[in-house]
């Protein structure tokens, strides 16, 4: 389990997810062996929420495959891929769902602080699916006098991604 942000704020999530995972979820959670979720919050959520037994309920870190994903070590591979990708030489890199509850809007604000701070700072980079939370991130963008660069559709785990978007501040 990643989370319980659909029963604790049904407000922010896409109508059909959070209704599918509202009405489906607890059932599936109760008729299961054990429930595996990604950290000890996530763990406390799902034990107040669904009155679950908690010899049942285990905490298991999300792990990474090492021999796919690794540093790239040769300049000449890292220089292709960031012109192919159009990306900075520094950046910081936000790969999440574009909607509220991943508060981009934050990201967006901290990097305007930044940028008060430091005479050239990283960019920051947002991969991910956007919902129409987009609008409001571009109009956030534009006030702060941020700059932005769109291109779609976006690079994700080597393929590209149909509703995904990549977006950079300048």
């Known amino acids: 389990m990643h989370d319980c942000y659909f029963m604790r704020h049904p407000e922010h999530c896409r109508s059909l997810g959070g209704l599918y995972m509202r009405k489906t979820l607890p059932t599936a959670l109760h008729t299961c062996d054990a429930v595996f979720c990604v950290s000890a919050f996530t763990r406390d ?58 508060n981009l809007a934050g990201a967006i604000r901290g990097m305007a602080h930044l940028r008060s701070l430091l005479p050239t700072p990283p960019k920051l980079v947002c991969v991910g699916a956007h919902d129409s939370d987009m609008g409001n991130l571009r109009r956030l963008v534009r006030n702060l006098g941020l700059g932005m660069m769109c291109s779609s559709p976006a690079i994700s785990g080597g393929r590209c991604c149909r509703r995904s978007t990549a977006w950079r501040l300048l």
């Not at 796919?68 to 591979?77: C, H, I, K, Y």
């Not at 292709?80 to 990306?87: E, H, I, M, Q």
């Open 45 to 102: 959520e799902a034990l107040d929420l669904f009155d679950l037994d908690p010899n049942r309920v285990h905490v298991t870190r999300p792990g990474v495959d090492r021999e796919l994903f690794r540093p790239v070590t040769d300049s000449g591979t890292l220089e292709d891929a960031r012109r192919a990708l159009n990306l900075p030489r520094e950046f910081f890199l936000t790969v999440a769902t574009l909607e509220p509850r991943k």
